[in-house]
């Protein structure tokens, strides 16, 4: 029988990646589009992102077009773009920029946007489903349980929450118009994989655990605490990437085209609290604590403002977090694919695979941490430098 071919876009990325990987396991036949200027540097970067579930030996078996979602037409030639709507038989739409850099506005609205108008204008008059990848945090500042169905207008957070949400929007429409089949996923926050940590990039919730990791290796004073400003009440939705992929292709195969959001997230997330324990635990050789607190009383150190200040970009995830409702996912999965707890020994793996690789990702960006290498006693922490430098690590991360 031959293979169904499928195309996903943003197949480098963090979920993209193992989206292909399970792709190939399940015996379709993908088609990757890669903004790379030559077919080796693209041959390249999906090795070394396959390489992470096991499966680069399968390189060959993956189709790769040079091209860009952000351009009209996808960058493509007129012949290119009708072979692909004459011979796709379903899309996963996983690019996206995930920068929360203000300076990077041009720059999400032409990924997250443009790059989807574009994915459903190739696809216009066919009847390929496409399934979008959206974000659970689309909800912004919404307070409480947020519904699948729900697109709320609330106060975005961040110029990437605002253009997720108008994206889901736009194609929700479509959705509805009959323009298009498909359906909506809505992951939370993504991390490495359950049973290993293994991850493309480390940005995001990896802020907090290079934090632990440089309080381990010394870099605080012995005995010296270090304060980070969040809701401990609060909670983070994290989910192991190999199971929103998993997750997402259950739903796919069970449901196809069914036109409704699926919430790709832990029912059981984590606690602040939580992580402020694991970290106590952590750190308790080095004679050091680090954890949350709502406010950060009475004098603050030069590390607590360096720390605090390295987590800028996602102070107002630290302070709540809706609950998302999983009704239509739970109702997919049944009970076939329990999501896995982000517990104390899910973090100690997490932080073992990300020490690892010396917090460096798979393209070679990596995440910078708490104090300057050059200076391991913090005597000269400079708070811009340190948020300047963050900032440009995790805004040069996209998937």
Known sequence: ?????????????????????????????????????????????????????????????????????????????????????????????????????????????????????????????????????????????????????????????????????????????????????????????????????????????????????????????????LRLQGNPESTLNIAPVDWVAEALWMIVEREGASGQTYHLTNPNPCKQQELNDWATRTLKHVGSQMGFQSRLEGDVTRAEQAANASLTLYRSYLLDEPIFDRSNTDRALGEDLPCPRVDADMLDMMLAYARKQKWVGAFGCKLRGLLLDEDPRGSQISVERLRRDLAEDLAAVTS
């Open 1 to 225: 029988m031959e293979k169904r071919s499928i195309l996903i876009t943003g197949g480098t990325g963090i979920l993209g990646s193992w989206v292909l990987a399970k792709a190939l396991e399940r015996g379709y036949a993908p088609v990757v589009l890669m903004r790379d200027a030559t077919m080796d540097n693209a041959r390249e970067r999906l090795r070394a992102v396959l390489a992470l579930p096991g499966c680069e030996e399968r390189l060959d078996e993956i189709t790769i077009v040079l091209g860009d979602t952000c351009q009209k037409d996808l960058g493509l030639s007129g012949e290119q773009h009708q072979f692909l709507r004459d011979n796709l038989d379903l899309v996963i739409h996983c690019a996206a920029s995930i920068s929360f850099n203000p300076k990077k506005d041009f720059e999400l609205q032409s990924a997250n946007v443009d790059g989807l108008r574009h994915m459903m204008s190739l696809l216009d008059g066919t009847k390929t489903p496409l399934y979008h990848v959206s974000t659970a945090y689309v909800a912004g500042d919404h307070h409480g349980r947020v519904m699948e169905q729900d697109l709320l207008d609330t106060t975005c957070k961040n110029t990437y929450e605002r253009t997720k949400r108008e994206a889901e929007g736009i194609f929700r429409a479509a959705l509805e118009a009959g323009d298009v089949k498909g359906a909506v996923f809505r992951p939370s926050v993504i991390v490495g994989a359950s049973q290993d940590g293994l991850i493309s990039q480390f940005h995001n919730f990896y802020s907090i655990l290079r934090l632990v990791d440089v309080i381990e290796r010394g870099q605080l004073p012995a005995g010296e605490s």
